[in-house]
């Protein structure tokens, strides 16, 4: 589904583990080590939370290197979640900007969705990728509580989700039933033969009763 695909594509340009510039305000000790935990201030533990976060080693280190480091792994993070959303959407990244990435893909993502908007009949006019996004998934309920509703399945408080299974449900019990038919049919021609069925899967059945009545129906053409 393309909720699926562009999951996390259209906000692709907000950094993960991201801290505000004020929570890496220093105060008069701002260089004492990471490993000072004597009446530790909490923004300090909040830097040394994000650092763990990354994966950071924060033993011996100052605030400072601490953060220089969390910005270049934010921006590393940031640049791969930017480089992964382009392979999806087969956009090129040599020699591009983060910006010119992140314009790339939302305008690619807006395409997708127009794509889609215009499959179900939803007008996009004036409307912002995240707002298409929930036209676009009003619609898509709607489309599934309609065909649930013509195979005779309620659908109120359920969720998409509960919807899709259950028409699923339904699909592989008719086909359950329509299996059972088709085996009821081929059992009764192969006892007509004197074809046993113990153990043996319909396929197989019907095989074997193709290869009698070639051989009859040689015998006949011989005589």
Request: include cysteine.
């Amino acid at each position: 589904m393309l909720k699926k695909k562009l999951a996390g594509i259209v906000l692709v340009g907000a950094i993960v583990c991201s801290v505000p510039v004020a929570a890496f305000a220093e105060g008069g000790q701002g260089d004492t080590t990471a490993s000072s935990t004597s009446k530790f201030h909490p923004i300090k533990q909040l830097v040394l939370e994000k650092a763990q976060a990354f994966g950071i080693a924060t033993d011996g280190k100052t605030n400072k290197e601490i953060k220089a480091e969390l910005k270049t792994a934010a921006t590393a993070n940031h640049t791969e979640q930017l480089n992964a959303a382009a392979a999806k959407l087969g956009i090129s990244t040599d020699g591009k900007s983060a910006e010119q990435l992140q314009a790339e893909i939302k305008a690619a993502v807006s395409v997708k969705l127009q794509e889609k908007a215009t499959k179900l009949g939803v007008s996009t006019n004036g409307l912002t990728n995240k707002e298409v996004k929930a036209a676009l998934k009003a619609a898509a309920l709607a489309k599934l509580q309609t065909k649930a509703t013509e195979a005779g399945i309620a659908t109120e408080g359920k969720t998409g989700k509960e919807i899709h299974a259950a028409l699923k449900a339904a699909k592989e019990a008719k086909k359950a039933a329509k299996d059972a038919k088709i085996s009821e049919a081929v059992n009764k021609r192969a006892a007509k033969l004197g074809i046993s069925t113990e153990g043996k899967t319909t396929e197989q059945v019907y095989a074997e009763i193709e290869s009698v009545l070639q051989a009859k129906w040689a015998k006949k053409a011989a005589k």
